[in-house]
């Protein structure tokens, strides 16, 4: 525990040590994806435009998948684009790969009195590589904004802002966040909270790049709504077909199961539960087992179901009461507060109201970061204990289940008859030899399994036209923006 409490910086050699370490076992969890680099699913919309398109800018000022503005996806669409085909993909994995190793950064070489000691460095970036991670976003650019989120909760958070450099580069790291999706514009209210509550500059600079890109993403998510053809994806919200209790568990595996206890404990809970409450025949084998008629079987699993939702409940509101009336007021707002709003959230925004785990990366890191600042005061001795189990429970079961996590989005454990997933350079050979050929990218098809999902899409993409703007009626923000201020000016 010296390490935890120890007030001596680390110096510049021992800062760029363990981000080298961090590097190599980011790199180590799946290597074939350096080695032999994949265009993943939604990076083709992107790449597939600039690459198409006669108008380099037509990439960024297109209105396209999904119903809200991703600049970092862009930026890396554009980059692949300039290079030739066959190394796209690699340059797709290296900007997916710079963009998780950002909030690694700001924690490994910057200080902060919740990132000042060696310990605490090691224990927060254990908490992004093994605790809070899944595949879905690993070294891919589709997902960066999940990623983005964390950086902006860690400049939130950050106390020491007297460097005008950091603040310089955490404003352009903001601003890249917020036009990379709406994660981290929902924290906009806390940045408005911290500086009305300590009037701090820099904060004002901050929550003007908030309005300013703010308003950007809001009107470019209004008229993509408005266009003839669906941009984005509307089967959004928890209230589209699940009842109280399925949102209930849809909400809690992501969030607080699974930085605790994994990826397969979490997956497992809500898989039965939902499953249980649903009476599906996932669960068949209990009513086999229960020696009565199938209806009294089914009702006695629901009504299981309904007790252990409620118990769960009752103690997670106790646990928040505890912690709540024994924190200050920053813990309160920008650790316990954040991340039951944005937990809440980004559930009812997410896909189908289910949540994900791509969705609880920040709020993931959230719970723990508030963890273990708990451990680190003058707490009882039993509570500190418990939360030395649990935190040590956390990145030992990230670290068990570091690979496996992986699998679900790689070619791996297929069975014999599978084919396999495409090789990103043979699919570029192939196209060069017949240009009407679209190359395949991952994901692609798999069984489904005891574990492991069904993939049952084949991704595909267009290098001889912007395929997917064109489907999505070739329109550009800046011409719709002119038509939608010219309409109602007229009114």
């Keep these: 525990m010296q390490l935890l409490h120890s007030n001596q910086r680390l110096s510049m050699l021992q800062s760029f040590i363990l981000f080298a370490l961090s590097v190599l076992v980011i790199v180590l969890r799946y290597p074939s994806y350096i080695t032999s680099p994949r265009i993943w699913a939604e990076?083709?919309?992107?790449?597939?435009?600039?690459?198409?398109?006669?108008?380099?800018?037509?990439?960024?000022?297109?209105?396209?998948?999904?119903?809200?503005?991703?600049?970092?996806?862009?930026?890396?669409?554009?980059?692949?684009?300039?290079?030739?085909?066959?190394?796209?993909?690699?340059?797709?994995?290296?900007?997916?790969?710079?963009?998780?190793?950002?909030p690694i950064i700001i924690i490994v070489f910057g200080n902060s009195r919740y990132w000042s000691t060696l310990g605490q460095k090691l224990i927060l970036t254990s908490f992004l590589i093994f605790s809070c991670s899944t595949g879905e976003i690993w070294m891919n650019s589709t997902n960066v904004g999940f990623i983005m989120a964390i950086v902006t909760f860690l400049i939130l958070i950050d106390e020491d802002i007297k460097n005008q450099y950091k603040n310089f580069f955490y404003g352009i790291l903001l601003s890249l966040a917020i036009l990379t999706g709406p994660i981290s514009l929902l924290m906009s209210p806390f940045f408005l909270y911290r500086f009305i509550k300590n009037k701090e500059y820099v904060f004002l600079i901050y929550c003007f790049l908030f309005l300013l890109f703010g308003l950007f993403q809001i009107s470019y998510f209004f008229i993509s709504l408005s266009l003839e053809t669906t941009v984005g994806n509307l089967n959004r919200g928890i209230f589209i077909s699940n009842s109280w209790l399925d949102s209930f568990f849809y909400w809690v595996s992501p969030n607080i199961i699974f930085p605790l206890f994994g990826y397969f404990f979490a997956t497992g809970f809500r898989t039965i539960m939902i499953a249980g409450n649903q009476k599906s025949d996932q669960l068949e084998f209990l009513y086999e087992i229960i020696p009565l008629n199938t209806d009294t079987s089914l009702a006695i699993v629901s009504f299981a179901v309904l007790i252990v939702a409620i118990t769960l409940i009752s103690l997670l509101i106790a646990i928040f009461i505890y912690f709540f009336k024994r924190t200050n007021s920053d813990e309160k707002a920008y650790l316990m507060i954040l991340f039951l709003y944005l937990s809440f959230v980004l559930t009812i925004l997410s896909l189908g109201g289910h949540g994900g785990y791509r969705y609880s990366y920040v709020t993931s890191f959230i719970l723990l970061f508030f963890l273990l600042q708990r451990m680190l005061f003058s707490i009882p001795k039993f509570e500190k204990n418990f939360l030395k189990i649990i935190i040590s429970l956390s990145i030992f079961i990230g670290f068990i289940e570091y690979y496996p996590r992986v699998i679900s989005f790689s070619p791996d454990f297929r069975s014999a008859d599978e084919q396999k997933w495409p090789n990103w350079k043979n699919e570029v050979t192939i196209w060069k030899e017949n240009a009407d050929y679209n190359p395949k990218i991952w994901p692609n098809l798999r069984e489904k399994t005891n574990i492991w999902p069904a993939r049952s899409t084949v991704w595909k993409i267009d290098l001889n036209n912007p395929k997917t703007w064109d489907e999505a009626g070739n329109f550009k923000y800046t011409n719709e923006l002119k038509k939608y201020i010219e309409k109602n000016y007229e009114k």
């Design 43 to 102: 990076e083709s919309i992107y790449l597939e435009t600039f690459f198409s398109s006669s108008d380099l800018l037509d990439g960024f000022n297109a209105l396209i998948y999904p119903a809200y503005y991703l600049l970092i996806p862009r930026i890396s669409g554009l980059l692949a684009s300039l290079v030739q085909p066959e190394n796209a993909a690699l340059i797709t994995t290296i900007c997916g790969t710079l963009v998780l190793l950002i």
